[in-house]
């Protein structure tokens, strides 16, 4: 029952601030309230019940929660995302910060939706109710060209989707699985003939790699990261939109090993182009959100290499990266925010020589730029490297153009932080706020507890990987123990070790 | 052949029709004497109640002792047929909700009005009972008539004039072909009653296929003109546009509830039995209304003529679950209630923000209603996204219900093709909202309160909201309804 009031939290609190009206006191007391509470039930995830009624009967929907696995991990990162993100919405927006939180509240209903759901209706639900409120907060509080974002966004969101959905209608009565449950798919999907099974995952997989994103379809992020409003919190609910790359891992992957197998060598250029393609047009951004949009491009890229390198020890490592990706990309949102506060511009050419006013902010922003960039002892570093290392494994030339990306991403990053904090002080600015340091603290713990103690997050990742590294597993039979769990093990302990040697 | 012995008459089983006519009768009368149209609005509704009551009394009967019928099997009251009576009864009392002071504000408050409504929605239930090809041919004319005067409501004006002209010309047209193919569906077989023509046509040795199927494809072509199924649908912009909004909501939601009730009925009894091309045919002009509806309500600025072709897109989502025969029966009649629902309410709110002349209904009304009136703004995001198929609201699960039907009887190909024109569909739907909420106004429209639509349009929103959270109740009271045709 924890899963079902991490999803009914948040969306009553959402309305309760709806009707409340747009008081800024109501949106912190609320916002924060909700968050608060929602990041305490997350704690109790592992192991509690899951939930699983009947939705339409006679035709195979039910309501199936099941906190396990990897959706807990996100759960549980999102979760404290939120906090911070809530906070500072409820702070820094003018007009109507009620409504902001108050979407912002059901984006996280969604995506805890999304993470818990184990029917594939149910996944789908969510999964399509959680583009509303982005599209309203992007619509009502973004920027100048808004409207062009709004319809772009939804353009490649809603067709992307739609096409999923006629694979999502289609796979039940093709295999005769008994219902839409993962357990019940996962017992019928493997017998599809292969041709079906690759035509499925092909409506899957296009759904999912707009959400992913993957070049060529990536182009809606940008814009979406560009038009949201200043304060960054919108990004970072969109940062936390991590559905492509789920979806890949807990849904279209162990349903169908064939799709995959014939299907993913196809994804996996993909996702090097995209990992390379992000890394290098960040190096050449001087807009300071358009850089954060296509340096998470790029780091979507290597979630995606891990992905579909199909190798257990990559397929953990990303999405360790995606649940490392939300505290990282979300504090470097947070923090444009702040910048953007002082400045009024996200253009870094007006920047410079921020250190010397406010030298706490600098720090902080190193700090989250480092794990950024994936620097070894923090949140992102275990998840790049595992995602490489289990691609290298089959295709070690993909896996070693993939990784220039990292070397770009520390140009980018040093440029950032120079652009920005060094070189010759334009004007003088505040120091931090005490508030814009509650902001922050959480998601440096975070960050820290990641990159020091992975293996705790690894090995729940690892339950459902080994769904798609061993497909003939089933649900509900215990994994066999395979060979790389052994690797992985050498390579989750590389991770941790790494910490004391590097910095 | 097999007429019973003395002719049946079973009173109870079309008690709802009854109720509503006799309603009908005493609100003509009631005019005479008051001349103001509340009062005759609230008989209407008592009538749509008691009607309702009835049918749920029916309801719960058939479904435990099987489907009842009257007249031999030309009248049914099986639990489809009951179920559509339901929808019909529900567009029917929230038309005449949204109606009062849009009349009384268009000056148009003429008490006649009300029994006209009831008239109409009699025939349509008529209509979804029927059990033969007169029966439905009277239900088609019981319900046709009233709509056709309704739509030239708003006299001295062309386009209303011409709404009803075209309408009835149109409609008389499509009669004359409905007529036609029964006659030649009786020539083929003998009969007019859907379980003799069926038991006809799969009796070995039966010698007059083709001449039964072109019967088929006639009456076919006849329902699709009252469902707007294309290219049978080229009146509906036009009469939909003239029409007043009020008689408009009636006739997108009652009337193509009842074709499709009929149309639904034939489909998974009588047709599978003739030759295929003729499911094929019906196949090509379900995915032709999808492409056209939503093509043309793409290229549309005003919002009633979008919701116009709307309908018409929806007229192919339902064709979709049409052809997957008796397995797609759930899923029309899942399909009209929450597109009833959704499609009441999103007329209703265009309804408050047009003039009362009916024009003024572009985008640019709905601009900053998100602030202005961010209740009625609230509702028509939801009647927009519920329209364009958004989970988790009704109209998302009545697109999951007919795109499944259409996979499973093997139409994938068209399924693609619904799914496609849906994203198209999104756009203009979508439109509506981004005007609501990311536009500031230019100027101040005329702001249209009256409680008795705001009612309507909370039934509606509530039901849209609760029909999607919670589909299972409402599909799972069809669980029974396995058996179509009622066996003597």
Redesign the interface.
């Known amino acids: 029952m924890i899963s079902l009031f991490v999803i009914v939290v948040p969306a009553v609190f959402a309305a309760v601030l709806a009707l409340a009206g747009g008081r800024r006191s109501a949106a912190v007391f609320f916002g924060l309230g909700s968050t608060l509470i929602t990041f305490v039930l997350t704690w109790f995830l592992p192991g509690s019940a899951g939930l699983s009624v009947p939705w339409i009967p006679g035709f195979g929907v039910t309501f199936t929660l099941e906190p396990t696995g990897a959706g807990v991990v996100l759960t549980l990162m999102a979760a404290l995302t939120m906090i911070p993100t809530v906070l500072m919405a409820a702070r820094r927006v003018e007009r109507d910060p009620g409504a902001f939180v108050a979407l912002l509240l059901l984006m996280q209903a969604g995506l805890g939706g999304i993470f818990l759901a184990r029917d594939l209706v149910a996944f789908y639900v969510f999964w399509e109710i959680t583009l509303i409120p982005s599209m309203l907060l992007l619509g009502t509080f973004g920027r100048e060209k808004r409207r062009a974002a709004v319809l772009k966004y939804l353009v490649y969101a809603i067709g992307g989707s739609f096409l999923m959905l006629i694979s999502i209608l289609a796979i039940k009565p093709l295999s005769g699985a008994a219902s839409y449950r993962f357990a019940d798919l996962m017992a019928a999907t493997h017998n599809l003939p292969g041709a079906t099974q690759v035509w499925l995952f092909v409506g899957l997989a296009i759904g999912m790699s707009v959400k992913l994103p993957l070049w060529p379809l990536h182009s809606w992020l940008i814009d979406f990261n560009e038009q949201n409003h200043p304060s960054g919190a919108a990004d970072v609910a969109g940062t936390l939109y991590k559905v492509g790359g789920f979806g890949f891992f807990a849904w279209a992957m162990p349903l169908l090993p064939v799709g995959v197998e014939r299907v993913g060598p196809v994804l996996l250029v993909l996702a090097v182009v995209t990992a390379l393609y992000g890394a290098l047009a960040a190096a050449a951004q001087t807009h300071m959100k358009r850089l954060l949009a296509y340096a998470s491009l790029s780091h979507m890229g290597i979630v995606g290499v891990g992905i579909f390198g199909l190798h257990l020890a990559g397929l953990n490592g990303a999405i360790f990266l995606l649940a490392a990706q939300m505290l990282s990309t979300g504090a470097m949102f947070l923090i444009s925010g702040m910048l953007f506060e002082r400045r009024r511009s996200f253009d870094l050419d007006r920047y410079g020589g921020l250190a010397a006013s406010a030298p706490a902010l600098a720090g902080l922003s190193l700090f989250v730029l480092f794990t950024f960039i994936g620097v070894p002892g923090l949140a992102n570093f275990p998840g790049e490297f595992l995602s490489l290392l289990g691609a290298y494994q089959h295709h070690p030339w993909l896996a070693a153009a993939a990784t220039l990306s990292v070397i770009a991403a520390g140009v980018y990053g040093v440029n950032f932080y120079q652009r920005l904090y060094q070189g010759e002080q334009r004007e003088a600015t505040h120091e931090i706020g005490s508030i814009e340091a509650f902001a922050l603290i959480p998601l440096i713990a975070g960050i820290l507890w990641l990159g020091l103690v992975p293996a705790t997050q690894l090995d729940k990742i690892q339950q459902q990987s080994q769904l798609i590294a061993t497909p003939s597993a089933t649900a509900q039979a215990p994994a066999p123990p395979v060979p790389l769990t052994a690797a992985v093990d050498g390579v989750n302990a590389t991770a941790v070790q790494a910490l004391g040697g590097s910095r | 052949m097999s007429f019973p012995p003395v002719i049946d008459v079973h009173w109870a089983n079309f008690a709802p029709e009854i109720a509503l006519l006799i309603t009908a009768a005493i609100t003509t009368l009631f005019a005479l004497f008051q001349r103001d149209g509340r009062s005759s609005a609230w008989l209407a509704l008592v009538g749509a109640v008691v009607a309702g009551a009835l049918n749920v009394n029916l309801f719960v009967l058939h479904r435990t002792s099987g489907p009842g019928s009257s007249f031999g099997l030309r009248f049914l009251a099986d639990t489809p047929g009951l179920a559509f009576n339901f929808v019909i009864l529900l567009g029917t009392a929230l038309a005449v909700l949204i109606s009062y002071d849009y009349l009384k504000r268009s000056g148009l408050d003429q008490p006649e009005y009300y029994p006209l409504i009831l008239y109409s929605a009699t025939g349509a239930m008529i209509m979804a009972g029927a059990g033969d090809l007169i029966t439905l041919l009277l239900g088609l004319e019981i319900m046709s008539l009233p709509v056709y005067v309704l739509s030239a409501w708003r006299q001295g004006a062309r386009q209303s004039e011409e709404a009803g002209m075209k309408y009835f010309l149109l409609g008389a047209f499509g009669s004359a072909i409905l007529v036609y193919g029964a006659a030649l569906t009786y020539g083929a077989t003998g009969s007019f009653v859907y379980a003799d023509i069926v038991a006809a046509l799969s009796a070995s040795g039966f010698s007059a296929p083709l001449l039964a199927t072109l019967g088929g494809a006639l009456v076919l072509s006849g329902l699709a003109f009252k469902a707007a199924i294309a290219p049978f649908h080229q009146w509906a912009p036009d009469v939909y546009t003239g029409a007043p909004t009020s008689v408009t909501t009636f006739m997108s939601v009652v009337v193509k509830t009842a074709a499709f009730a009929a149309l639904i009925r034939i489909a998974a009894t009588v047709y599978p039995n003739m030759e295929p091309w003729l499911m094929t045919t019906l196949a090509v002009l379900v995915g032709l209304t999808l492409v056209v509806g939503n093509l043309a309500a793409l290229l549309q600025t005003g919002v009633k003529r979008m919701l116009a072709y709307s309908a018409v897109a929806h007229a192919g989502y339902l064709g979709l679950a049409v052809l997957a025969g008796p397995a797609g029966l759930?899923a029309v009649v899942w399909y009209v209630a929450a597109y009833t629902l959704m499609n009441v309410g999103a007329f209703a709110v265009l309804m408050q923000v047009s003039d009362s002349n009916d024009r003024g209904d572009d985008l640019e009304r709905f601009a900053g209603l998100?602030r202005r009136r961010p209740a009625l703004a609230f509702a028509m995001t939801l009647f927009m996204?519920s329209l364009g198929g958004?989970?988790?609201l009704a109209g998302?699960?009545g697109k999951?219900?007919v795109?499944?039907a259409a996979?499973?009887s093997g139409y994938?190909a068209l399924?693609?093709v619904g799914?496609?024109t849906?994203?198209v569909a999104?756009?203009y739907y979508?439109r509506v909202i981004?005007y609501m909420?990311?536009r500031e106004p230019e100027y101040e429209p005329p702001q249209n309160r009256s409680s008795m639509a705001a009612f309507a349009i909370g039934v509606a929103a509530l039901g849209t909201v609760l029909l999607g959270l919670f589909?299972?109740w409402w599909?799972?009271l069809m669980?029974t309804s396995q058996q179509f045709l009622a066996k003597m």
């Open positions: 759930r998100g996204l958004i989970p988790p998302f699960m999951i219900l795109f499944q996979i499973a994938v399924a693609v799914i496609l849906s994203v999104l756009v979508f981004t909420y990311f589909p299972g599909y799972g669980n």
